[in-house]
């Protein structure tokens, strides 16, 4: 087995804009499926719509491509009814914090074992760059024509209060860190959350002189901060940085299903 | 058979782990909120799984994956978490899963009277989710009947892989009656047909499926990594723009159920052959339709109920063979919604009886109103 | 894109350090690779150029032109967005 095997390569080429980070984040992903030795069968891969969604036609397993916002809702389903199963889902960053933004906390509270991986590339890419939850300030968008006014979540901060148990975040830029940090975030037992920092020149990168791969790449490089080299820096320094790492994890808290498991006992169910 | 008293809403939840329901997503809103609860206490006793979602959309969503996944699942609702569950209903026609949504109307529009029965949602159950999709809709009257069209549906969504939509209103789904229980062994049970496994191929949306069959599609996890897909897709599941593909699988789509429409059809013609005006009502407004017939008859007028309880796909034939040229009153808890079709069906207006108050049509309201009409 | 990707060609030729011999196969599969340059940006000794290539329809790919210099290191296997990388060890024939 090789991570190519964990690809519908009858699919390719896929359908992502040249040099967008989509096809990187995904094999990063399927890098880790690998390194797990994860059995096809045993996978069901979940995404929501936008440029990220269209991620469950290329991956090999048990895929579903649904609704906006929602993946995380329908991956809930599965993972109940075959807790035994890995359920991973993939959402952008609007699929998952503006209109999933509901789904996302309430998994996350749940501590229910998925895997999701949120591809940030801060903008509605799929619609032709509108503004989105994580779209930085002052930023052109085709709906932020005088500069974006929304402020950010900080997704980080987001997924631990809401309750999810391992929460890390790499860039796009350092692929064998995030397919490393994805690996560890699939080992973990409970609801994890990876914020994959990517790029969208096409849409996001063209109206704030960021216009090509290359150039939206470096200054990706030029923002983000590994968590060790940030601890060794003063606030003020570091304050518009991106901090890359695991931020929490947590292996005493249950997990949804466990709990599930033990109520059944307790109604006296046979399993 | 034993006989238990239990309110709609209860015997529903019990109806469907009868038929086999293992899985149950739901939120909170009044009438419906009993099924809810008594799926919560019934479930983990047969190793079933109960999740409360964080809002109807979650639950209608949950619902499917648990179904994708291989289980008979259930969600229930009213009016407006029915409203929110639309987009996921047409994801359910587009992939075609078997799933069975309940819906007890109370008055609408908006939050309307939520402890008040209507029959308001009877087009939405039609026509709620966007584009052209296949969706068959029940709507039971009396108590041992909503056990058994609870089973129907679970059977038809099965059979037909396909949402069923099980329509009750607050009335049927609070009122305390005896439900005859059939024993296991008096109900038959659908299962939805999966491929064999070790083929080598994808393409289960047209394999072995002649026009009018359901496809078929295997599960979650049974081994062919399938892909299910929220977008027009081709045969193997696949996205696809191609005019051709996207006309064929919608063609399926729809006539697996208009071809199949006389075995999914269930009507009650009472007292039609010699009556010179029939009642066309459904739900718990036929019942009291019934009352007033009885009353009538017992005076000597001749007057008769023709009642769907399929709703959709709508009863044509059955209409018009029970009906014919006589006079026909539609009668409904809502400002005129099934009676369109009637007159479209039978080419001619009607009479009607329409109350959109939020209080149910009584059989006095009934004799008057047929009196003049006779 | 033209001037960038002169620009990036330029830096990468400066990278060109110390030959590290190994002896790789750089296989980039012409059906997959969209020329977006990644490879070529993240390689961290200069192997790869992006060079004129009248049937690509960017009208310009990315070539190992220096595969003496690669390392094995896999950055461009792992940062390519379209899985159109390949490298091969080729064992010495003793």
Known sequence: MSYMDYVRTFKLPHSWCPGCGIGTIMQAMVRAFDALKWKREDIAFITGIGCSGRMSTYVNANTMHTTHGRPLAFATGVKLARPEKHVVVVSGDGDALAIGGNHFIHAARRNIDIKLIIINNSVYGMTGGQVSPTTPQMFRTQTTPYGNIEPNFDVVKLAIAAGATFVARESVTRPRNLAKLIERSFQHKGFSVVEAISNCHINLGRRNKLKDQITMLRWINDRIIPMNVAKRKDPEEIKDKIILGVFHEDKERKEYTELYEELIQRAGGKK | MKKVVMPGNETVAHAAIAAGCRFYAGYPITPSSELAAEMSKLLPRVGGKFIQMEDEIASMAAAIGASVAGMKSMTATSGPGFSLKQEHIGLACMMEVPVVIVNVMRG????????????????????????????????????????????????????????????????????????????????????????????????????????????????????????????????????TTDPEKVAYLSHLREAKIEKHKEKIWKNESYLVEDAELVVFAYGSVARAAKEAIDRLRAEGEKVGLFRPITLWPFPDKPLKRAVGKKKVLVAEMNLGQMVYEVERVLRRDVATLLKADGTPISPVEFTEKLREEL | MGNVIEELNIEVRKRRKKPYNKNVEIIINPDLCKSCALCVFVCPTGVLEMVENKKNIYNYSAEAVAPEYCTLCNFCVYQCPDFAIEIKERKEEK
């Open chain 2, 108 to 239: 609408g529009p908006s939050t309307g009277l939520p402890t008040h029965p209507a029959q308001g949602d009877v087009m939405q159950a039609r026509w709620g989710t966007h584009g052209d999709h296949p969706i068959i809709v029940l709507a039971p009257a009396f108590p041992t009947e909503i056990y058994m069209e609870t089973i129907r549906a679970f059977n038809l969504a099965e059979r037909y892989r396909n949402p069923v939509i099980l329509l009750l209103d607050e009335i049927l789904a609070h009122t305390y009656e005896v439900v005859e229980v059939p024993e296991e062994d008096e109900i038959t049970l659908e299962e939805r047909k999966l491929p064999p496994s070790g083929l080598d191929r994808l393409d289960f949306y047209t394999y072995e499926r002649h026009e009018g069959d359901p496809p078929l599609l295997p599960n979650f996890f049974q081994g062919y990594n399938f892909h299910f897909e929220s977008l027009a897709h081709d045969e193997m599941g696949f996205p």
